[in-house]
């Protein structure tokens, strides 16, 4: 097993920034992506930016420009550096990491951390 803490959400306002973090602990060996989702009330768990070990990156649209993925494989941690946030950034925001297995994948979820962005 694989457990994900994050850390770093809060309450900021329209035009700032945070910079979200999550560390892997337990069985850590074979992880390749790990990234961030986000779910705001009454939508669906939505991709904001993910990075395989490798060091390839993914961003939703909505975040290009404005956010940053990294990730320190030596302490299997990811970071997400988040700028000029705006009031529709507002969700809980989700680590997640996965493991090849034959033919499909594991996949780890932590428990969130809530962004909030005031107008």
């Known amino acids: 097993q694989v457990q994900l803490v994050e850390s770093g959400g809060g309450l900021v306002q329209a035009g700032g920034s945070l910079r979200l973090s999550c560390a892997a602990s337990?069985?850590?060996?074979?992880?390749?992506?790990m990234g961030w989702w986000r779910q705001a009330p009454g939508k669906q768990r939505e991709l904001v930016a993910t990075?395989?070990?490798?060091?390839?990156?993914n961003y939703a649209d909505s975040v290009k420009g404005r956010f940053t993925i990294s990730r320190d494989n030596a302490k299997n941690t990811v970071y997400l550096q988040m700028n000029s946030l705006k009031p529709e950034d507002t969700a809980i925001y989700y680590c997640?990491?996965?493991?090849?297995?034959?033919?499909?994948?594991?996949?780890?979820w932590g428990q969130g951390t809530q962004v909030t962005v005031s107008s």
């Open positions: 990075t395989t070990s490798g060091g390839s990156t």
């Open positions: 997640n990491a996965d493991r090849p297995v034959g033919m499909g994948r594991l996949n780890f």
């Open positions: 337990g069985s850590t060996y074979g992880i390749n992506s």
